[in-house]
């Protein structure tokens, strides 16, 4: 079985160990999020209160940085199983106050920021740990999984999330959560660096700000990977707030449906995020993979500009469907490169350094939910399609010679 390319991490026991881990974890993320972004919108009636719940998940992008650094001083492994026994308290607190009838906006708006100082780092410190844990000719393999398993996860996560809490409200649908996040901790925790695997060299610990400046300025000072933290910047701004945070809005005032209907968009986006990942993982293009990042920026930021005319429901399914595709095409390059520009000293810190550019995710999200109100869904959305379309131009340009020409066999897929 593992002869198959696609099946080859599976060789390796950490990965098993760390798949499942990642694909419960991702699961109760879009279980929480659908559930929990419903019920501000619902309640409050704000979309600015809605984009300020999904500003909250990611507010810790501020301090993933420090995460990276903590990720290489103290193990990538126990701090992300650390972080995951984080999201099952917080997920066990809400589950309580449910139950008890105590549940309101202003808590759950608390708690998100709580388990948002933790969860932005989770995906960088996922992959980091995968290029930890398996040998570098099944890097890319292994990621194209784990990508896939997150959006296998995401699917299901909306679907059931959306069927849960229609079906048997908050409460039920939070124990789930919390097993979720509860199971993604210990699994975590099995993971194990495998013999055959070197060692890490030792190295010689400054002070822990001194190396978190020393990993600031390895980005800076490397163009490749400036470009590429540059590049989930731009795309966290003008994309994500689109295709994930304002689709409960979208469903509910664009679309006039409710959760199932808020599930379907939900799922749309992770199974062409799906789709795409497969694609990555067995096509065997060989093509340079700063090309392929930028040709599948340019596709996504076109389908996101068509995505903003739909009005109709099935339209707007199909657009997101290729939209995740897009995404998929566009973003597995993109963490290849990053890993593999990035010295095994610095793996941590390169990581929470891009965490730190999802940082305009809850800005660009902030921004919509002002801009909506005066301008409307469609033009905001057009605005921010455009927007990356022409800064994609842009660090293809200002970067090409570090990024657009390709490199060698190992710049491909």
Not at 166 to 178: K, S, Y
Not at 307 to 317: E, I, N, T
Request: contains cysteine.
């Amino acid at each position: 079985m593992f002869r198959l390319g696609a099946l080859a991490p599976f060789r390796h026991r950490s990965f098993r160990f760390q798949w499942p881990a990642d694909c419960a974890t991702s699961w109760a993320f879009e279980m929480e999020t659908i559930i929990l972004g419903w019920y501000v919108l619902v309640e409050t009636n704000s979309v600015l209160l809605l984009t300020l719940y999904g500003a909250l998940i990611y507010g810790g992008t501020l301090v993933a940085p420090l995460f990276g650094l903590a990720s290489d001083r103290i193990g990538h492994r126990v701090l992300l199983s650390g972080m995951r026994t984080l999201y099952a308290a917080v997920a066990c607190t809400l589950t309580v106050l449910v139950f008890a009838g105590l549940l309101n906006p202003v808590i759950v708006l608390c708690l998100a920021a709580v388990s948002g100082i933790a969860r932005s780092s989770d995906m960088g410190l996922r992959g980091a740990l995968i290029a930890d844990s398996v040998p570098p000719e099944a890097l890319t393999a292994s990621l194209g999984i784990g990508r896939t398993t997150a959006d296998v996860a995401r699917i299901a996560g909306a679907l059931s999330g959306a069927a849960l809490f229609a079906a048997l409200g908050m409460g039920p649908a939070f124990v789930a959560i919390t097993l979720f996040y509860a199971v993604g901790a210990c699994f975590t925790w099995q993971v194990r660096r495998p013999a055959s695997m070197p060692p890490p060299a030792p190295v010689v610990r400054a002070s822990p700000w001194g190396e978190l400046r020393e990993g600031l300025a390895y980005v800076w000072n490397t163009p490749r990977l400036l470009a590429l933290v540059w590049f989930a910047f731009l795309v966290n701004f003008a994309v994500f707030p689109l295709t994930n945070g304002l689709l409960p809005y979208v469903a509910r005032e664009i679309y006039s449906v409710g959760q199932t209907g808020l599930g379907y968009l939900v799922a749309s986006v992770a199974f062409g995020a799906l789709v795409g990942s497969v694609a990555m993982t067995r096509s065997g293009i060989r093509i340079g993979l700063p090309r392929l990042m930028l040709a599948g920026s340019v596709i996504w930021h076109i389908l996101v500009l068509g995505y903003a005319q739909m009005q109709s429901l099935a339209w707007g399914v199909t657009a997101l469907f290729l939209c995740g595709v897009a995404q998929s095409v566009t973003m597995v390059p993109h963490t290849v490169l990053l890993l593999r520009g990035a010295s095994e000293r610095f793996r941590g810190r390169v990581m929470g350094v891009r965490m730190l550019a999802i940082y305009s995710l809850p800005l660009g999200l902030l921004l919509s939910g002002v801009l909506i109100p005066l301008i409307g869904f469609h033009a905001t959305a057009s605005l921010y399609a455009l927007t990356g379309l022409a800064f994609t131009a842009v660090i293809g340009l200002r970067w090409r010679a570090a990024l657009w020409q390709a490199r060698g066999a190992e710049d491909s897929v």
